[in-house]
Each structure stands twice: as C-alpha cells, then as structure tokens.
C-alpha cells in the first residue's frame, strides 16, 4: 500500500492493483471506490494513517462495479455502515443481475504474454474470482455538488461499463477517472494518460468516445483507477490517450 497526498485532504491510495481515493472535509471522508477483496486491511490503514477512523466515512462512491473497485466495501460495511453510492446502469451489476466485466475466458488466451500472466495471478490471489453484491447501493446525482465531503460532483463516462462515473472535485482541480482513462497497468510498460486494454471495457467504441467528456473538464490533477497519478489539463491526457489508442478504439464515422 502506498498513499500519496494529491491535494489539501485528498490522497489516492495504492492497493494491490488497483487505487482508491479519500476526500477529507472536517473529520468527515468521502471514500471513492475500495479496491479488491483482499485489500481491506490497507483500506483501513489508510484511514487510520491520514488520522482519521473507518467510522468517519460518510459515504462511498463507486466509479463502476468492478471487483477491483468495490471489493472492499462489503467487508468495510460489516464494521460501519455508511450509504455507498453508483450509477443507474451500475446497480443490476451491483445486484447480481448483470455482468460486464471480462472473465477467465477473455483473460486465459492472453496469458502466453509475460506481463498477462503475472497480472492473472495477482489478481487471483487479490480475490478477482469474489462475487461482490452491494444492492443497497443507492443511484447518484450527476452533474451538481454531492452532499459528501469534498463536494465531489459525479460525471457519467460510460464505455468501460455500462454506468462508469467519473468524480471532479472542483475545490481541489482533481478529477477521479477510474477506469475511463488510466496512466498505468500491469500488462504494458507505457506511463502516462492510457486507456485499458479493449478485452476489459464493455463498449470499447464507447470508451474511447467518452474522453471527450473527460477533456471539458477544468482541472490539472488526473488520479486513475490504475497507475501514478497525472498533472496537467485534461484536454492534454486525453490527446496523449487518444493518440496512443489502438485502432479497436475508434468508430468509422460517416
């Protein structure tokens, strides 16, 4: 585990393969997503590290409902029950009723890549194969300040799911990306503004299209669901993103 001060009460933290973020107002935090399963304990730690107690969150926010992003969260509920929060299109995912993640089968014919198969067994042992159920999660506002500290302003990205959702916290120029845009990932060495590999996006067309959401936004601080965090306007990343997406990315046009 590895936390990194982004900004005054904001630090993103490093799991086992994936990052979450805390947003600090007063005592109170905002969580925003909870790694794998296995991450748990450096959930806490976290918490506890910055000065604060698991008790003091007073809402999560979920970017999508990837078991490498809400794992955590049934564990941390068990010891405080706190609202968690997701998109409309997340929720039947978050209640078992849909599934648009990839799967062994998406995965398993890559592994002859070095890089792949390491990353496989990571997060295997992370808890990648936990069936995460969180049907009490509620749908989000988007697009005006969340009642939660920080006052982060949820922002609909979909492609990589069906309901990914981005957080801008306009007070800190920090924009929380999840899995819509990275600068980082196991299976490649490139570092910098990046999107995931298409085999784990659910609408890899739909991905692509949705950057140019992320390149209206005024901020200077990219802090992604995979990899370091990333100073400069987002108009920047998102050319840098586009400009190095393989061609499965794009859509003929018209």
Sequence with gaps: MQIHAIADDVFMVSGIASNWTLVREGRDLTLIDAGYPKDLGAVIAAVE???NRVEDIRG???THAHVDHVGA?????EIHRFPLHA????????????????TAADVLPQCWRPRTALWTLTLLR?????????PQTQAVRT???LDLPGAPVALACPGHTSGHTIY???????VLTGDALITGHPVTSRVGPQLLPALTAHDPVGLYDTLGSIAQIDADTLV???GPVWRGQMRAAVAEARASAAPVFTRPRP
């Design 60 to 62: 999560a926010l979920i």
């Design 126 to 134: 992370a808890g990648a194969l936990s069936s995460i159920r969180l």
């Design 224 to 226: 992604p669901g995979h």
């Design 87 to 102: 998109h409309e299109h997340e929720l039947p995912m978050l209640r078992g009723e849909a599934h648009e993640q990839a």
């Design 168 to 174: 801008h916290l306009p007070r800190a120029g920090v």
């Design 73 to 77: 969260l049934p564990q941390l509920q």
């Design 49 to 51: 590290h910055i000065g």
């Design 143 to 145: 697009g005006t300040a």
